[in-house]
């Protein structure tokens, strides 16, 4: 090996071992409209109906996910089971995520398929993408030490508003977690939970379709609706693990919100505030 390769290989080395194990430019980059993605192709049957109203979701600088979130819709509702949704999601080109910072295969489930309370998280991160299963790095252990001490191991489904790691852990886009949606929506009608957990803000804004702050939000009970209505649950935004682990104090806010989240998923008769 060349001194030059040499010590550019123990440059690179040495940045991976820092934490920096992705290359980002200051600006995003529109990968379709630079023609390197190609947004996946209207639904068959819809192709010929009117010209859809323009999306909400076309935000500046961003690209027009409609396509993508129609063909992720009619994917989903085609899932009649969590093995089938999986599937789905491994099989969809349509979230740009897909192409940018995932290393390895779509991160979607771990869990009880049939749990009472279903925790959606923001989306994977490195240690998640290497081993396919969501919050498994050190924001989810802490996660899964909060939900034992709570008495809720076993008995939750963890997933994210995306399943496909932002490059450089950087948060999901409105439009990239609006395109997986409709899996998370399917998702929770095929395992039915009886409530949300909402973790972090991320997370809450893009399931309550709000731009409150998560301190105002976290520890107080919100009504989570499916795009059609028809799916309604109860939903209790908290504070992220990864927040908790660089602000130790902001536990006992957590501890709380769980506290809250448990007294009415075990004595569902109660009436809440
Ligand atoms: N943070 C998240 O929001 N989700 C994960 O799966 C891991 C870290």
Known sequence: MSPDAASAESLLAFWAE???????????????????IAPPAPPARKAAAAAPAPSPLRAANQPDVSAAIAQA???ASAADSLDALVAAIAGF????????????QAVVYRGDPAAALMVIGEGPGADEDRQGQPFVGRAGQLLDKMLAAAGLTGRVLITNTVFWRPPGNRTPTPQEQAVCAPFVERAIALVQPKMLLLVGAASAKSMLKTEDGILSMRGRWREWRSADGALELPAMPTLHPAFLLRQPAAKKKAWADLLTLTERLDRPDRPTE
């Open 73 to 75: 819709r009619e994917l």
């Open 93 to 104: 080109d349509g979230c740009p995520l897909k192409f940018e910072g995932a290393a390895s």
């Open 18 to 36: 820092a934490g920096v194990d992705a290359m980002l430019l200051d600006e995003p980059v529109d990968r379709i409209a630079a023609g390197k």
